[in-house]
């Protein structure tokens, strides 16, 4: 489990350093559990790194108020750009 969080981990602490609240959703539940939650505590924008994502390099961005998704590369700087953008 420790190597499989490298990636989520270093992201996080990127995002926070670009001054982007993040928060790490750590227990094991299905996405929509996980999705519930960010609508509970009224998270603007997830970003979804499961398995596929992380075999591919890519992330998916969700939009939580609208629920548009976007796939873009696993770049810390794109990734903020893409934030920072909506």
């Known amino acids: 489990m420790i190597e499989e969080m490298e990636k989520p981990i ?3 602490t990127d995002l926070r350093k670009a001054g982007i609240k993040t928060e790490i959703y750590l ?4 996405l929509k ?9 009224k ?3 997830a970003i979804i790194m499961g398995e596929e994502e992380l075999t591919s390099n890519r992330i998916k961005i969700k939009n939580m108020e609208t629920g548009d998704e976007k796939t873009i ?9 893409e934030i920072n953008s909506r």
């Open 43 to 45: 998270i603007p924008y």
């Open 10 to 12: 270093k992201l996080a």
């Open 33 to 41: 559990a996980k999705f519930k939650y960010a609508d509970k505590l």
């Open 73 to 81: 590369e696993f770049d810390v700087n794109k990734i903020i750009e």
């Open 27 to 30: 227990e094991n539940k299905k």
